[in-house]
């Protein structure tokens, strides 16, 4: 079923010109009847009144670290603080018109987010609904500390809440909103609309993106906010996002009941510095931020200057928005101009801005003409505004009072982040409504070509069956993404050619003619959007399943990789579930930058599960698994074996639904005078040197394939080496640091007694991957395993070596590098 968008070369070669719309700068035009009208006294005061709780909150951070206590409260605070001191008109503002439903993500410096969206979110709930979040937060601990002697209003009470909560986190307290294990950058509070903050500059330009896709097609209230800083214009993820957020299809492809383009601002909150370098002028060349608006879309992303310093021209201008982004007519781009007086951190000594510039910015400092401009228009008094400050004085105490206290506010046990790292919870599906699909299964055209597949690759002489007759792990992969589709409403796939073209090597063909385009599409070749956009997705509560054409490719998406979808569990202390999986074809014969296994990075990196099936059955088995689960997982796969049919479970791979044990190693053959452990397609080379081992030698190889890199189980392979003494450890990932030199090292302190030789590892050479007609020199071969177990684990009788094996090659190659 192609797609129908016809490229005309008549069209697509006239000449024309394009025409660039004018984007407007600060049009907001200040009418204080208006304003009051609007709002009300009570709403307006209110967001003075929220101005002057983050600049004194943060000021009472910049005194705990600079000073050691805040009015006489002492305190050591040994992590960081990025304060957003000036610019907290610009958060406020954005607040006004955002409902608990409206997401927000953040950065390093979104303090003052956090505490604008939920003290905005204590105006808009009813006492009922409040303390029903609060009751039902983790426990009620967070309120419990400071419901204890509160003899005010639930509203009073919440804003405690919402002041402690984020101090609390601030501190690493297990009564902070994410238990202390978030901490001042990646604070956050979901139920109140406040999504995860980003330690990573330009973090959250992706996953917002993601937020809103999961909005956007499952039907959701609200809008997403992306909040990143000026100086991130020039992080690819940003860019990525944009792209991803900008795309054609959501007007052009996908069914108008959707609604059109998913609701994402991306919001700069432009300060017009990075950390000491000045984007406006020096680092980037757009002039006016607004302008890249122009760069992505016809509608310049709707993007306008907006005067940050003024909190009404910040709502009016999300106001606007929200509605354009709720017609499906988005994305928004907002640079919303502001500066921050203070440093980029408390130890910041300013010594890239001059002292002119600062004192010439406190002169139009937000809080200061706010509130002149609300007394001057006599909508509050000063007597109202005195008695605020001293009000926001008195909530900041004490809940400093409450958050310094180890007593009051302890940290979690190290047990908790254990606990926290996977929630190893499963779910055949994330919402009630029937999931939306073109056909019902069994029409699909692969499911009716599938019947007549041989389910087992091997006829009944054992002779492997002829390539297109059988069933291979291709179509084992199809049938658990098919199934699951049809379970899971909220599950989606996306990735490069992932639609008409078929998916990577063609695992999704078929896919498309069950699928509407809103659950299955093409993405830009935004690796880091793909991966980033995924992780938006699944922690806003949706199922995604993202695919990397190569594995290569992970490069391109190493931050969503390693620290967004890994962390986001852990740090929110288990709020959120992550239940994304990324796809990652393992390729060959295309050279250097197409041809690496890279699962040891990610078994380095906590947080993530790692699974690398090599049988058709554990394809669909470990699929099945790893799209009921709400865990992330990297889930590896070899170009070099899509065809490969089943050769080990007898009965065939099943029709039906099946999962595979997590972290179960599989015994392929049984033996007793060796173990051969594989990852990856090393195992069928595995299985040939058992062959020969058998033939020649008369040595029995036991053969285990581990398929799961993270999590674990080492029992069966414990049990093997103790049986057989010996283990040779194969993978075709580059051998230095591959993952099974970690798993030789924990087999040699686990079997230490038992062995007869000490663990030997097999892995490609640490090289380039050559041409394809020379990837036999890179590639482990059945002779390099034979001269390996003859030189270092037990020598063959008669064998004639054809490689260098020896430890002195081992510690040669090592002393070189290579
Ligand atoms: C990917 C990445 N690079 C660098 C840093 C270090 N860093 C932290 S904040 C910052 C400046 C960010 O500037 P901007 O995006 O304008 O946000 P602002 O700090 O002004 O709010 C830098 C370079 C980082 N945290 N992440
Ligand atoms: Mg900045």
């Not at 960081?80 to 954005?94: D, K, R, T, Y």
């Not at 069914?255 to 020096?282: D, L, R, W």
């Amino acid at each position: 079923m192609p797609q129908s968008l016809l490229v005309d070369p008549r069209q697509v070669r006239a000449p024309g010109m394009l025409e660039i719309a004018g984007i407007p700068l600060n049009r907001y035009q200040p009418d204080a009847k208006r304003e009051l009208a609007k709002y009300g006294r009570e709403r307006l005061a209110r967001m003075l009144y929220d101005m002057m709780v983050i600049r004194e909150f943060e000021s009472m951070l910049n005194a705990i670290k600079t000073q050691g206590a805040y009015r006489g409260i002492a305190y050591n605070h040994l992590g960081p603080a990025h304060l957003s001191m000036g610019q907290e008109a610009a958060a406020v503002g954005q607040s006004v018109h955002l409902t608990v439903d409206d997401f927000i993500f953040g950065s390093h410096r979104s303090h003052g987010e956090i505490l604008a969206k939920c003290l905005s979110a204590t105006r808009t709930l009813d006492d009922a609904r409040l303390m029903e979040i609060m009751n039902g937060f983790l426990d009620g601990k967070c309120l419990s500390v400071v419901e204890r002697g509160h003899n005010g209003s639930v509203r009073e009470l919440a804003e405690k809440f919402v002041v402690y909560g984020t101090l609390a986190e601030i501190f690493a307290r297990e009564t902070g909103f994410n238990k202390g294990l978030g901490g001042s950058m990646h604070a956050f509070f979901p139920p109140f609309g406040s999504m995860p903050n980003n330690a990573i500059v330009g973090g959250s330009g992706d996953i917002s993106v993601g937020a809103a896709l999961f909005k956007r097609i499952n039907r959701r209230n609200g809008i997403v906010i992306g909040n990143i800083g000026d100086a991130s214009l020039g992080c690819g993820p940003v860019w990525e996002g944009l792209m991803l957020a900008a795309m054609d299809q959501y007007t052009t492809l996908w069914g108008k009941s959707i609604g059109g383009a998913p609701p994402i601002m991306i919001n700069v909150f432009n300060n017009f510095y990075g950390m000491g370098g000045q984007t406006m002028g020096e680092t980037m060349g757009f002039g006016a931020l607004a302008r890249i608006g122009a760069g992505i879309n016809p509608s310049n992303l709707h993007a306008e200057r907006v005067d940050g310093y003024n909190p009404l021209a910040v709502a009016d201008a999300v106001e606007r928005k929200k509605s354009i982004l709720l017609e499906g007519r988005g994305p928004v781009l907002l640079d919303v101009i502001t500066y921050r007086i203070s440093g980029h951190s408390p130890s910041d000594a300013s010594s890239y801005r001059t002292k002119e510039e600062i004192a010439l910015w406190e002169t139009h400092d937000s809080i200061q003409a706010f509130s002149t401009y609300l007394t001057a228009n006599g909508i509050v008094t000063a007597d109202q505004v005195a008695s605020m400050k001293e009000q926001v004085g008195t909530l900041i105490e004490s809940t400093t009072r409450l958050a310094v206290s180890l007593e009051k506010s302890p940290r979690v046990s190290p047990q908790q982040i254990e606990h926290v790292m996977f929630s190893n919870r499963y779910a055949d599906k994330l919402d009630d409504r029937a999931p939306e699909v073109l056909l019902p299964k069994n029409e699909n055209p692969r499911v009716k070509a599938l019947k007549n597949k041989a389910r087992f690759g091997l006829d009944e002489q054992g002779k492997p069956l002829p390539k297109n007759k059988i069933f291979t792990l291709r179509d084992g992969l199809f049938e658990a993404m098919l199934y699951r589709f049809y379970e899971d409403p909220t599950m989606v796939a996306y990735g490069e050619e992932n639609r008409d073209w078929g998916g990577a090597f063609a695992v999704y063909r078929g896919l498309t003619e069950s699928l509407p385009y809103h659950r299955l599409f093409n993405s830009p070749i935004s690796e880091g959007a793909i991966v980033g956009s995924g992780v938006g997705y699944a922690l806003s509560g949706g199922r995604a399943v993202v695919e990397l054409m190569y594995c290569d490719f992970m490069g391109r998406a190493g931050d969503e990789i390693f620290n967004q979808m890994s962390k986001w569990q852990a740090m929110s202390a288990g709020i959120l579930t992550m239940p994304l999986v990324v796809r990652v074809s393992v390729g060959a014969k295309y050279g250097a930058q197409h041809s690496q296994d890279w699962t040891s990075m990610c078994a380095h990196i906590p947080g993530l599960k790692v699974f690398y099936p090599v049988t058709p059955y554990d394809a669909k088995g470990m699929l099945n698994l790893a799209l009921r689960g709400l865990d992330p997982v990297m889930f590896f796969e070899s170009q070099k074996i899509y065809d490969i049919g089943e050769l080990f479970e007898k009965s065939g791979v099943p029709n039906g639904y099946y999962e595979i044990p997590l972290g179960e190693p599989a015994i392929r053959r049984i033996g007793s005078d060796l173990t051969i452990l594989t990852l990856g397609p090393a195992l069928y080379k595995a299985l040939e040197t058992a062959d020969e081992l058998a033939a020649r030698y008369q040595l029995q190889a036991e053969v285990i394939d581990l398929r799961f890199v993270n999590p674990l189980n080492y029992d069966k392979l414990v049990a093997s080496v103790n049986k057989t003494g010996r283990v040779l450890l194969v993978t075709d990932a580059c051998e230095r640091s591959s993952f099974l030199s970690e798993v030789a090292t924990n087999l040699t302190q686990l079997c230490f007694d038992n062995l007869d030789a000490p663990p030997a590892v097999v892995g490609s050479r640490n090289w380039i991957t050559p041409a394809a007609e020379m990837e036999t020199t890179f590639f482990p071969q059945k002779e390099w395993l034979l001269d390996t177990i003859h030189e270092r684990i037990l020598p063959l009788p008669g064998h004639q070596v054809t490689t260098n094996r020896t430890l002195g090659e081992l510690t040669r190659r090592n002393r070189l590098g290579v």
